[in-house]
């Protein structure tokens, strides 16, 4: 059974960068779209990335996170990870990530193997 463990938050200024980790076990990623999202308090978990499986299907970004975070994973690592840049209040919250399957528009769907998250906190 799949299972990922996020690693890599922590407490960072506003402008400033963090690389979450996500480590999956219990299942190869190879043959999965994988995803991050994230969820402030008092708000509903909200999709932040998708990288898919195979080639021809665009990564789907939110738009509050384009041009600032990019996904990325190492298959033979069993890795997915997420560079954030350029970090805003705002981007405070619990980081997960899952895998499953992509639409033809990237966006991740059918997601298993939820973690216990990584807190990220912008803040001055």
């Known amino acids: 059974q799949l299972h990922f463990e996020e690693s890599g938050g922590g407490l960072v200024q506003p402008g400033g960068s963090l690389r979450l980790s996500c480590a999956a076990s219990g299942s190869t990623l190879d043959d999965s779209a994988v995803g991050w999202f994230r969820q402030a308090p008092g708000k509903e978990r909200e999709g932040v990335s998708c990288?898919?499986?195979?080639?021809?299907?665009?990564?789907y970004y939110a738009d509050s996170v384009k041009g600032r975070f990019t996904i990325s994973r190492d298959n033979a690592k069993n890795t997915v990870y997420l560079q954030m840049n350029s970090l805003k209040p705002e981007d405070t919250a619990v980081y997960y990530c899952?895998?499953?399957?992509?639409?033809?528009?990237?966006?991740?769907?059918?997601?298993?193997?939820w973690g216990q998250g990584t807190q990220v906190t912008v803040s001055s």
């Open positions: 899952a895998a499953g399957h992509s639409t033809s528009d990237g966006v991740c769907y059918n997601l298993v193997g």
């Open positions: 990288l898919s499986s195979g080639h021809g299907k665009p990564t």
